[in-house]
C-alpha cells in the first residue's frame, strides 16, 4: 500500500499523483497511469531495446533493397564481376590422340627348315649384330643328305672319267678305220661301225656330265638346307621376343615358323589414332610431340610422315592411323608403350593470352553479334572471331568496366593469344560472380550487352 506524505503544506488531494519509490507490480502501474482523452485506449510504452531492435530491421531493409537495385540496374560494381589478369606464356593449338610406340625396323627371324631347336645362343633383350649366331637346328638329317650328294657326285665323276676314255678310244679306232679306208685295205662296214662307237661314246660322256650337274645341283641344295640350321641375325638390333623355345620341334612343310624378333631401337616409330573429326586438320611435315606415361614432363619430337587411309572402327568410333619417328639414342623408349601424342596446328612463344571466355565477337556493322551467329560451335568456339577481331570487357582500377577491341591470334579450346588491345596485368570480365563462366566458348555481346550472359555457355 503506498504511504501518503503527511508534511506541512501538503493535503492528502495534493499529493494523490505522487507515490514513493517502492516498487509496483505492472498491473498497479497500468492503474496508477493517468487516463487518455475520452474514446481512445489507454497509452501503452515501449522498451528501449526494443525500439533499437526495430531501427536496426528497417536499415538491414533499405540496405537489402539497395543491394537488389543496384543488382538489377547492372551497375559496373567490381565485385559484381569474376575476372582474370591478363598473363604472358607459351600457348599452343594442338589435336590431341593416344598411341603405342613401335621400332621402325623389326625382324621376324623364323627357320627355313624342319627339325629340333638344338640350341639358342641368345635371350629376349640381348643386343646382336648383323650375321651373329642365334639358334642351331639338329643338322643330322640334313648333312647326311650332302654327304650322299657327294658320294654320288664322286661316282658320277669316276664313271666320266671310264666313258672319255671309251670316246678316246672310239676316236682312234675310227681314225684307223679312215685310215685304212684310203688304201682299200678294209671294209666299209668296219668305218661304218667304228664311226657309230665314237658317237655312243660322245654320247655317254656328256650323260655322265648332265648327271653329275644334277647332283651338283642337289648337293647346293642340301648344303644350303645343312647351312639353314644355323640361324643368323640378318639386322644389328635388341632381341625383343621369342616365339619357340629350346627342344622345341619346328615344322616349317606348311609356314615358316618364328623363332623371335630382333628390332633396331635406334628410331621408333609413334603410331597415333586420330578420330575422324581431326584428321582433317593434320597436314604431313607438321610438328608434332608425344610424352609416354612413365615420364609425362620429357617431350619428343618428330615430324608427320603418313596418314593412313584405311580406318580402324573400334566401338562404332572411326580411328586413322598417323605415323611419325622419333630418335632414340637413349633406348629410354621401348615397344608398346602408350603415348600421348600433340599435333601442333599452331603455337606462339611468350604470347599474351587471356581466357576465352573474356572474349566475344565484334560488333557488325555498328550492332552487337547475336547469339545466334556465331561461327563456331559449343565445343569449339574458335571460328567465331572474323579476322581474328574479337571484343574484350576490360575493368579499370576504379572497378568501371568498358569494352575494348582486341586482335586474337592463336586460340585453343580455353584460352587465345591476344595480339593488340591488351596489356599484361589488365583485367578482363570472364563471367558474373551469380553466373560463373563455366565453359570455354566465348558469349556473343559481352557482359555489357543486352542480354548480359557470362560464363562461357553461348547463347541459348
Do not use: C
Amino acid at each position: 500500500m503506498s504511504t501518503v506524505d503527511q508534511t506541512p503544506g501538503n493535503t492528502p488531494e495534493s499529493s494523490a499523483g505522487k507515490v514513493s519509490a517502492t516498487p509496483q507490480t505492472p498491473q498497479a502501474a497500468l492503474l496508477a497511469s493517468p487516463p487518455g482523452p475520452p474514446g481512445k485506449p489507454p497509452g501503452r510504452r515501449f522498451k528501449p531495446g526494443t525500439i533499437i531492435a526495430i531501427i536496426i530491421a528497417v536499415i538491414l531493409l533499405i540496405l537489402a533493397g539497395i543491394y537488389a537495385y543496384r543488382q538489377i540496374a547492372g551497375g559496373d560494381d567490381e565485385e559484381k564481376w569474376l575476372t582474370a589478369v591478363v598473363q604472358k606464356a607459351d600457348i599452343e593449338d594442338a589435336i590431341t590422340a593416344t598411341g603405342s610406340l613401335q621400332p621402325k625396323d623389326f625382324v621376324d627371324v623364323g627357320t627355313q627348315v624342319s627339325g629340333q631347336l638344338k640350341i639358342l645362343h641368345v635371350e629376349v633383350g640381348a643386343v646382336v649384330k648383323a650375321k651373329d649366331l642365334l639358334a642351331e637346328i639338329d643338322p643330322t638329317v640334313y648333312l647326311s643328305k650332302a654327304d650322299a650328294d657327294r658320294a654320288q657326285l664322286r661316282n658320277q665323276t669316276a664313271q666320266l672319267a671310264d666313258k672319255q676314255a671309251q670316246l678316246q678310244l672310239a676316236e682312234l679306232q675310227l681314225t684307223r678305220q679312215k685310215n685304212l679306208m684310203r688304201e682299200q685295205a678294209t671294209t666299209e662296214e668296219s668305218l661304218q661301225t667304228a664311226e657309230a662307237q665314237q658317237r655312243s661314246a660322245v654320247a655317254q660322256v656328256a650323260a655322265i656330265k648332265a648327271q653329275m650337274q644334277q647332283t651338283e645341283s642337289t648337293l647346293r641344295g642340301d648344303d644350303a638346307n645343312l647351312s639353314f640350321t644355323k640361324i643368323y641375325a640378318p639386322i644389328a638390333g635388341t632381341v625383343v621376343s621369342q616365339t619357340a623355345r629350346q627342344g622345341q620341334t619346328l615344322n616349317s612343310n606348311q609356314q615358316a615358323p618364328i623363332i623371335m624378333r630382333i628390332a633396331d631401337l635406334s628410331i621408333m616409330t609413334v603410331q597415333a589414332q586420330v578420330s575422324e573429326a581431326d584428321v582433317g586438320k593434320l597436314k604431313l611435315g607438321m610438328d608434332v610431340y608425344f610424352t609416354t606415361l612413365g615420364g609425362s614432363t620429357r617431350r619428343y619430337y618428330g615430324k608427320l610422315r603418313q596418314i593412313s587411309p584405311t580406318p580402324n572402327v573400334v566401338n562404332n568410333v572411326v580411328l586413322y592411323d598417323a605415323l611419325f619417328e622419333v630418335p632414340n639414342t637413349r633406348q629410354t623408349l621401348l615397344p608398346q608403350m602408350t603415348a600421348q601424342v600433340f599435333f601442333v596446328l599452331a603455337s606462339a612463344k611468350d604470347a599474351i593470352f587471356v581466357p576465352l571466355t573474356a572474349l566475344h565477337a565484334a560488333p557488325e556493322n555498328g550492332k552487337p553479334a547475336r547469339a545466334g551467329r556465331r561461327g563456331g560451335s559449343a565445343q569449339d568456339p574458335r571460328g567465331q572471331f572474323k579476322d581474328g577481331k574479337a571484343m574484350a570487357s576490360v575493368m579499370d582500377k576504379d572497378g568501371k568496366v568498358s569494352e575494348r577491341a582486341v586482335q586474337v591470334g592463336v586460340m585453343t579450346r580455353v584460352s587465345a593469344q591476344i595480339l593488340s588491345g591488351l596489356e599484361v596485368g589488365e583485367k578482363v570480365v570472364v563471367g558474373t560472380k551469380s553466373a560463373p563462366a563455366t565453359a570455354a566458348a566465348p558469349q556473343s555481346g559481352g557482359p555489357l550487352a543486352g542480354n548480359n550472359q557470362r560464363g562461357g555457355g553461348g547463347p541459348r
